[in-house]
């Protein structure tokens, strides 16, 4: 056995904290400028590896990120566990409920998004044989470009939508819903085609796609009946975060370990183990948020780092492959994805959106190209290609999702709040009451009243509206208005609308739109997310007495909201 010797640990550790270290920093200063940290990270083992460090300095480069030996071999488990533990906390954030509660349009859209981008990515692989390059695996290869262009990437979705402030609408929910169809479907194909990539014997290998059909019907049913009974046992038993973070990482290992037994990639095991124990009512926010935050902060980095570190961008980059790639894997994608929103009802401006939303691929879709890339069912010139693919349509989505939600005139929050009502003392802690106690005050028929309660009330058990900083949106789409209604509640001691920072609601805005016009919604949302984000607005909001002091904020918002178009 070789031992490691005093030199080579002294190189490893240098090497380590370089590549975290510019992959932090690179990361941090994507996101100050609104691009995803991954960009950063990438770009930072661009910078370390043959395309930029090996041409100034090749001999320096070769010894502290060598492409042989111990340490190449000790960076590539780093970056495996990595990968693995970043698949289980983009699990844990599919979540079923949402899914199951959004059946229809999530299955709709899901496969209206996946069919044109599977069926162009298949045809690109024979049209184009030269540029795929498939050394007589054409069928793998093409199936595996049909599952890289169809997917979406949810944590990058999840975040525009946050960002954006659309995660809590109904055009949020439907893309959420919509992209965990794809995240579980195409993360199912693409096991089968981990299978196909590895089998050498010439068969199709029959025992590997059962035992992963097998496998994830046990995760999703069984198995996940297990893990959410055995959480809250652990929680009482063992000290907290540390019990509860070792249980979930020992689990995702296993799965993990199971999944390369089976004989496809352990990220599909974590995946599973994550999608799992995503929903889990017992599982604390704050303990997802440490895990996130050590696995995406060190982890993640590592490995998007050393992905640079394989290819040589500049000598790989193939104009024509990048075009390819980016067109039919866009225009599929957004015209597919279009198609099932307008199957589903929704107006012109929230299907461009939700086209524009379903194309962010980022992530997910690099995660596929490099385990593609190390079997060699693609070569590096696709890979990069891939990789430019996913950057630009992260970068891309969210302002193009903007733009295609803008309209000439906008909806005013404090015309809208002419329509409705003031509660000042909002006493009663359940959302189902807060929504009654606020629609009860509408000068409508009773009749009409009901329905809207109950609208809203199966809105927000569908996903809760609370945002931050102490503000909810509960809100519902119905026939019976013809102009956008808004009410504002205040609520001293604070309702309990599952806020995004674990806070309760003190200023509650219920807003009732008419069902032909989906757009005035989002804008309502949008202009009081963005105007209450203060904290200084939020302290005048609770001192209002009457409707003429909330009329008085809610002009300065439309104010502001128009300065800021």
């Known amino acids: 056995m070789q031992e490691i010797t005093h030199h080579q640990i002294m190189i490893f550790f240098f090497s380590l904290a370089i590549l975290i270290g510019l992959a932090r ?48 071999v000790t960076f590539e488990f780093i970056g495996m566990l990595a990968i693995t533990l970043f698949m289980l906390i983009a699990g844990m954030e599919v979540d079923l409920k949402c899914l199951k509660k959004q059946a229809k349009p999530a299955t709709v859209v899901g496969i209206s998004s996946m069919i044109l981008p599977f069926a162009g990515g298949f045809a690109l692989v024979y049209l184009f044989p030269k540029t795929f390059d498939t050394q007589e695996k054409t069928f793998v290869t093409a199936l595996f470009m ?29 893309i959420i819903a919509a992209a965990i169809f794809n995240d579980l479907t195409g993360w199912m194909i693409f096991a089968i085609v981990l299978s196909l990539m590895s089998d050498t014997s010439g068969g199709f290998p029959w025992g590997t796609i059962v035992g992963i059909v097998a496998a994830g019907a046990f995760m999703l049913t069984i198995g996940r009946k297990i893990v959410l009974a055995l959480i809250p046992r ?39 183990f994550g999608v799992a124990l995503g929903d889990s009512p017992h599982l ?96 590096d010139t696709v890979f990069v290609a891939i990789v430019i693919l996913a950057l630009f349509t992260s970068m891309t989505s969210g302002a193009l999702m903007k733009i295609s939600l803008k309209r000439r005139s906008k909806t005013s929050a404090l015309t809208s709040f002419g329509r409705g009502a003031f509660v000042a003392d909002l006493k009663h802690p359940a959302p189902a009451h807060v929504i009654k106690d606020m629609v009860l005050q509408l000068n409508i028929d009773h009749e009409v009243q009901a329905d809207i309660i109950q609208s809203t ?12 900083k102490g503000l909810a949106v509960p809100h519902c789409r119905t026939d019976l208005v013809k102009k956008p209604i808004l009410l504002i509640g205040l609520h001293e001691s604070g309702a309990d609308f599952d806020c995004f920072d674990d806070g309760k609601a003190h200023v509650i805005a219920l807003i009732i739109t008419p069902l032909s016009d989906p757009e005035s919604q989002l804008e309502l949302i949008s202009v009081l997310a963005s105007h209450f984000s203060s904290k200084e607005e939020m302290v005048k909001a609770m001192t209002c007495k009457s409707k003429v002091d909330m009329q008085a904020i809610l002009n300065a918002a439309d104010e502001m909201s128009e300065k800021h178009s």
């Open 284 to 379: 604390r926010h704050q303990t997802e948020e440490y895990m996130e935050k050590f696995i995406s902060f060190i982890l993640t980095p590592i490995f998007f780092a050393t992905i640079g570190l394989k290819v040589n961008f500049l000598t790989h980059f193939d104009l024509f492959a990048v075009v390819i790639l980016l067109v039919v894997g866009s225009i599929t994608k957004i015209v597919g994805s279009y198609v099932g929103a307008k199957i589903c009802g929704m107006s012109q401006r929230e299907s461009m959106a939700l086209g524009w939303g379903m194309n962010a691929r980022g992530v997910m879709e690099i995660i596929l190209a490099i385990i593609a890339l190390e079997a060699k069912v693609i070569n």
């Open 234 to 272: 652990v929680q009482a038993h063992a000290s907290w975060p540390g019990g509860v973070m070792g249980f979930i990482l020992t689990g995702a290992l296993l799965a993990a370990a199971v999944a390369e037994w089976i004989g496809v990639h352990g990220i599909f095991g974590s995946f599973l």
């Open 25 to 72: 920093i690179f990361g941090e200063l994507c996101k100050k400028i609104g691009q995803p940290s991954i960009l950063g990270e990438i770009a930072a083992g661009i910078i370390l590896g043959p395309t930029v460090f090996a041409y100034i300095a090749p001999d320096l480069q070769a010894t502290l990120f060598p492409s042989s030996g111990p340490l190449y």
């Open 457 to 468: 009330i199966s809105r927000e058990q569908l996903m809760s509206t609370g945002l931050e």
């Open 146 to 174: 049909a599952t890289a262009l169809a997917i979406s990437a949810l944590p990058v979705i999840t975040k525009i939508l946050m960002d954006l402030k659309l995660i809590k609408t109904d055009l949020g929910v439907t």
